[in-house]
């Protein structure tokens, strides 16, 4: 005996799943990211750089470039924060002369400030501004205190989390002067939960992070060990926020200048990237892939973006 109405409601028992999969796998999702494309050794800076020559994956997908421009002229803005250990040695104090012609060499549309890690935050005494004289008024010799940081990475998550601006179209770029040890883990850990928050964070907030390797203790107080291990955890945040990391053998640099002279040509060879990926139904830290197949070039991209529902995009 046939039944009709049981084939039926076994027919869209068995495609009920199949619809709702495919509809969750359409979901499209926007994101964007600052990209820095820079001439290899021996070559000229490339003329341009087109969107043809990139290849995105997001989480292993192949994506799409929905937007590839040079960041350039007055109406793009930069919002730049020193962040300095505290605990540094007070040698730091040498470096006074290449901090403030850093400052004073920004381009025209940034704003800067100057912070002090200390007990896990990112301490402000003064606003952004596009005065390097009033930015250079909050500087001063750190307290030399070791371990009064907490973490640099818990000062990282604080400052990413509560940036100072609320203008969200500003490229976000941040300078860590800092050992990079972790207080509470001094070891090597490459899955460190609080560099790994620290890194979200800042991918959350689009903060590409820099660093500059300054002892916090003097050579008789600290590892090899340790300071090899907080060199490598700054590399990871650096390289995870499309950043570099900046550093001398173990030692402190004799100066600063030729970190922030290729810090300034970074900013003015920057790119500002769009893209579309599959989402969920509210934003998402994703792993990100970029490569670029210009001759002559070479690029740093995040290797953590956040996607972001359509209806949410920021």
């Not at 549309?109 to 930015?135: C, L, T, W």
């Amino acid at each position: 005996m046939n039944h009709p109405a049981k084939t039926i409601c076994i027919a869209l028992a068995l495609l009920g799943p199949i619809a709702v999969f495919s509809q969750s796998d359409n979901n499209q999702g926007q994101g964007k990211a600052i990209v820095t494309v820079l001439p290899k050794v021996g070559h000229a800076v490339p003329a341009s750089v087109v969107d043809q020559d990139l290849s995105i994956k997001v989480n292993g997908k192949q994506s799409k470039v929905t937007k590839w421009k040079p960041i350039t002229g007055p109406d793009n803005s930069l919002e730049l924060v020193l962040l300095i250990d505290d605990s540094a040695r007070s040698s730091l104090g040498t470096q006074t002369e290449e901090i403030a012609h850093f400052i004073k060499a920004l381009p025209p549309n940034a704003k800067a400030a100057i912070s002090y890690m200390q007990n896990g935050r990112a301490v402000f005494s003064r606003p952004f501004s596009a005065d390097p004289a009033e930015v250079l008024r909050a500087f001063h010799q750190p307290a030399g205190s070791p371990g009064s940081n907490a973490s640099p990475y818990f000062c990282l998550s604080d400052l990413a989390k509560n940036w100072p601006s609320a203008n969200l179209q500003a490229r976000r770029e941040v300078v860590m002067i800092t050992d990079g040890v972790d207080n509470y883990d001094r070891r090597y850990d490459p899955e460190d939960p609080y560099v790994t928050a620290a890194m979200k964070d800042a991918a959350r907030a689009g903060v590409i992070v820099y660093s500059i390797y300054w002892q916090s203790r003097g050579t008789g107080d600290s590892s090899l060990y340790e300071n090899n291990a907080g060199q490598n955890l700054l590399i990871e945040v650096t390289q995870a926020t499309g950043g570099k990391s900046y550093w001398q053998g173990m030692g402190n640099p004799v100066s600063f200048a030729p970190y922030f002279d290729e810090l300034l040509r970074r900013f003015q060879n920057q790119y500002e990237l769009g893209f579309t990926s599959r989402a969920g139904n509210k934003p998402e830290v994703e792993n990100f892939e970029l490569k670029l197949s210009a001759p002559g070039t070479e690029i740093d991209s995040p290797e953590q973006v956040t996607v972001y529902p359509a209806a949410q995009t920021k």
